[in-house]
């Protein structure tokens, strides 16, 4: 399996700027999860969702960030403007084949933003 | 709510040293235990996992841990170390069984663990 593949792996954009990160989770885990890495702040996570449905974006710092899973095997997060203050490691991760190990989360490589 | 603290942000050790990387987690109810390991510019990546039977766990790369229910935690450890083990690692918790077929993990903040020469 090739594993969770995210794009693009660095981003170096302008404040104010629209800034897409994507994630092909592994196929048939039924769960995603979308995390933020800063040395400030470790890991947080921003927006979880099962069967393509968002359960929790309570971690989404504010309405300039949007996410979607429109099909099991695609996401997007999505700033729009982006700030300095966004940048950071964008992680996403799946987990979740019915009747599998329970709850181990498969990661991708990262994508590093900067927003300069 | 499940809370997970990592009481060591960073940990200098020697090539060939023992180590032993600390996790106490709090919750009210029962939980399945992780730890991950995150080389540089890499993704987390699982290193072992507690989820019921033996409370001695052996992961990859000789390491190991031990659940301590009564303790809260799930200490990790290896007896020898390499230059190849410095890395961040995270110890993350999950509600067992999952709430509403929920598997959200905490995580702690990671501990830095540094293989000095």
């Known amino acids: 399996d090739a594993g969770v593949i995210q794009s693009p792996r660095h981003e170096v954009t302008e404040m104010g700027q629209e800034v897409t990160l994507r994630c092909k989770p592994i196929s048939g885990h039924n769960s995603l999860f979308w995390y933020r890495q800063t040395m400030m702040r470790g890991l947080e996570l921003l927006i979880y969702f099962n069967n393509n449905v968002p359960i929790d974006d309570s971690g989404m710092p504010e309405d300039r960030f949007s996410a979607k899973m429109p099909n099991a095997s695609f996401s997007t997060l999505k700033i729009q403007p982006s700030e300095p203050r966004d940048s950071a490691v964008y992680f996403c991760a799946s987990s979740g084949i019915p009747g599998g190990p329970a709850g181990e989360l498969f990661f991708g490589e990262g994508s590093r933003l900067t927003v300069l | 709510a499940q809370s997970v603290t990592q009481l060591d942000s960073q940990v200098p050790v020697f090539e060939e040293a023992p180590v032993e990387l600390r996790c106490n987690y709090s919750s009210s109810v029962s939980v399945y235990l992780f730890w991950y390991v995150q080389y540089p510019n890499q993704g987390l990546q699982l290193l072992l996992k507690?989820?019921?039977?033996?409370?001695l766990v052996k992961g990859i790369n000789g390491f190991e841990a031990e659940f301590n229910k009564s303790q809260t935690s799930f200490h990790l450890r290896k007896p020898s170390v390499h230059i190849s083990d410095t890395a961040e690692y995270f110890c993350a918790v999950i509600p067992s069984p999952p709430s509403g077929g929920s598997y959200i993990p905490t995580f702690g903040r990671g501990t830095s663990l540094i293989v000095h020469p």
């Open positions: 507690y989820l019921s039977g033996s409370t």
